[in-house]
């Protein structure tokens, strides 16, 4: 993979309808679910995708929420820190992991361990969600944003 340093496009400049469009859904996407929650997914899929600038904005975010810092370590391992996670988190972690790798499929099991937890409505906010990061970790590569700048989704 080669990274570049030549400046690439402000995607809300250049196509600020589509960027509205997606802050309308990342938006409807977390209504009504836990901030906590919200965060955990956006972390997962920017560690699975490899979008630095992402993680470290969740991060961040989480950290001002007053998220545990050992918490945020053991996002990436959650399989082997099982008790560091709620049921629910696990649930959205482990559905998170198949809808960004999606080349598989979502397992059944995955799904049905996830509709277990989540009513109709809350379920479909976190695929909703895992489908807004996915595509905010997307933008951020394909424009180059750089992690620990100060200018958020552009």
């Known amino acids: 993979m080669t990274n570049t340093t030549a400046p690439r496009v402000t995607f809300a400049a250049a196509a600020p ?26 972390i997962r899929s920017s560690q699975l995708n490899g979008c630095a600038y992402c993680l470290h904005m969740h991060v961040s975010d989480a950290r001002k929420a007053g998220e545990d810092e050992m918490r945020l370590h053991m996002i990436a391992v959650w399989r082997e820190a099982r008790h560091y996670f709620s049921a629910r988190e696990h649930a959205a972690l482990a559905l998170t992991e198949a809808v960004t790798r999606i080349a598989g499929g979502v397992p059944d099991e995955v799904y049905a361990q996830a509709a277990a937890q ?7 906010h976190v695929l909703a969600l895992i489908f ?21 989704r552009r």
């Open 132 to 152: 807004t990061i996915n595509t905010w970790n997307r933008l951020a590569i394909s424009t180059g944003k750089v992690a620990g700048t100060d200018e958020r």
């Open 118 to 124: 989540f009513d109709d409505a809350e379920l479909a």
């Open 17 to 42: 309808k589509a960027f509205k469009a997606l802050i309308g859904f990342d938006a409807a996407a977390r209504e009504g679910l836990d901030p906590t929650l919200v965060e955990l997914i956006q």
